[in-house]
C-alpha cells in the first residue's frame, strides 16, 4: 500500500508562504513520481504541480507558477511544496500522490488525509 502522508498547512495571511511536506511510509518514494493536489470547496480536485522521479522534471498549474516550488529529498523520502504569495483562491487541502510519470502516468495507491491550508486576513 502506497501511503503518503502530507503535512504542513495551516492559516496564513495573503501573501504569505508555506511548505507542505509529503513523506512516504512503507516504501522508497524514489521510485515515483509525485504529484501535488489540491480541492478546493465545492471544486473539484485538481493537480497543481508534480516532479519526476528524480527531480529534473517538474510541472505546475497556471495558477500558481511563479509562486510554488516542488522539490524532492529521496535521501529524507520527503516531497515538498514550497508556496509563497499565497492568495486566498489558494485555500484547500492539499494532497501528494505517487504516479508512474510527471506530467502524466499512472496513479497508484489512494488518497490521504490531506493537509488544510487556509489563506485570509
Known amino acids: 500500500q502506497l501511503q503518503l502522508v502530507e503535512s504542513g498547512g495551516g492559516l496564513v495571511q495573503p501573501g504569505g508562504s508555506l511548505r507542505l511536506s509529503c513523506a512516504a511510509s512503507g516504501f522508497t518514494l524514489d521510485n515515483y513520481a509525485i504529484g501535488w493536489f489540491r480541492q478546493a470547496p465545492g471544486k473539484e480536485r485538481e493537480r497543481v504541480s508534480c516532479i519526476s522521479r528524480s527531480g529534473g522534471s517538474t510541472n505546475y498549474a497556471d495558477s500558481v507558477k511563479g509562486r510554488f516550488t516542488i522539490s524532492r529529498d529521496n535521501a529524507k523520502n520527503t516531497v515538498y511544496l514550497q508556496m509563497n504569495s499565497l492568495k486566498p483562491e489558494d485555500t484547500a487541502v492539499y494532497y501528494c500522490?505517487?504516479?508512474?510519470?510527471?506530467?502524466?502516468?499512472?496513479?497508484?495507491?489512494?488518497w490521504g488525509q490531506g493537509t488544510q491550508v487556509t489563506v485570509s486576513s
Open positions: 500522490r505517487a504516479s508512474s510519470g510527471c506530467p502524466s502516468g499512472v496513479r497508484f495507491g489512494s
